[in-house]
């Protein structure tokens, strides 16, 4: 299977699902609201550019804004159909109001999920930030794991992942056996490695693998002081300051490293990028298409040890 602009499809670990190297997140999709809470028309059109990109998977999550990201989907493929080989992938989240996150609330989640896009089944569904509950209750009888579970064995999912940021935490979910794909975000970037061990692991377990915000929220890509949801040290934007001017002796931009350094780490079956305009897909295939070669990396690695401001 091949996909325009993007020939690089592989299956996602044992679970054969065909992804492209890059997939589009959609956590901001659908905002803002119009005044009756549905997502805005610029909002649905965006849905549909996301749909006809070049790129296979598109990732949403029942808490994107507030059920829009996947509302807006839904009417984009309800008028327009979902292209063949592009697969709408999802996330099992907490009750908002209640933080209540069981077997019950995981079905109710899936429920409210596949109303909004009009699908009756998903391709992969994840666990998504379980920090309302702890990971005893997690596989209680009764929790939210058996909910998951239930979901693959009536296959209405044909996949279960789990979906979070804290590395102990992710662990501990990742050896259990019981998923098929880890979703890791800001923990593998250029100016952090720690998920390398994590994705190693759930790897040698034939899980797929899917990195998340290889930008770490906007600092490599050159909008914002904040990475991974908090404002940057003085330490960390020195250090990027660095990669940036090595970057520019290379003729490179730190966005195209940024994602790059992603791209090309073997452990890694896609990387997940927020896309919030239509435009950022053709910057996106740029960046992409941009040549790296590899002395530049060791170039990079002669920088040191970029000071993360993630301590889990």
């Not at 327009?80 to 099992?92: C, N």
Request: hydrophobic share 40%; with cysteine; charged share 20%.
């Amino acid at each position: 299977m091949t996909l325009s602009g993007d020939p690089h499809v592989r299956p996602l670990g044992g679970t054969g699902l065909p992804v492209s190297t890059i997939s589009l997140g959609t956590s901001t999709l659908g905002n803002p609201a119009q005044p009756n809470g549905s997502p805005a028309p610029e909002s649905v059109e965006l849905a549909r550019t996301l749909l006809s990109s070049p790129y296979a998977v598109i990732d949403t999550s029942n808490a994107y804004a507030q059920g829009r990201s996947e509302a807006a989907l839904g009417q984009a493929i309800g008028a327009f159909g979902l292209p063949a080989g592009r697969h709408i992938v999802s996330k099992a989240d907490a009750d908002p109001e209640t933080g209540r996150f069981d077997r019950d609330r995981v079905w109710r989640s899936f429920e409210e999920t596949t109303a909004r896009l009009g699908l009756e089944t998903l391709p992969l569904l994840h666990l998504h930030d379980p920090y309302t509950i702890t990971v005893e209750e997690a596989f209680a009888r009764g929790g939210a794991v058996q909910g998951m579970i239930e979901l693959r064995e009536q296959r209405l999912v044909g996949a279960i992942g789990i979906a979070a940021g804290e590395i102990q935490l992710m662990t501990r979910y990742v050896t259990s056996g019981a998923f098929d794909v880890l979703l890791t975000h800001n923990r593998y970037t250029l100016v952090d490695r720690r998920a390398e061990e994590l994705m190693a692991d759930a790897a040698a377990r034939d899980m797929g693998v899917f990195n998340a915000a290889p930008f770490g929220g906007g600092l490599l890509a050159g909008r914002g002081t904040r990475y991974a949801y908090r404002e940057a040290s003085a330490e960390l934007l020195a250090w990027v300051d660095r990669a940036r001017e090595l970057c520019h002796a290379w003729s490179i931009e730190l966005a195209a490293a940024a994602l790059h350094f992603s791209l090309r780490c073997p452990l890694i079956h896609s990387t997940v990028v927020g896309v919030s305009r239509p435009e950022r897909i053709t910057q996106l295939e740029d960046l992409r298409r941009t040549s790296i070669p590899d002395d530049f990396w060791t170039a990079l690695d002669a920088l040191g040890r970029p000071p993360s401001t993630i301590d889990d």
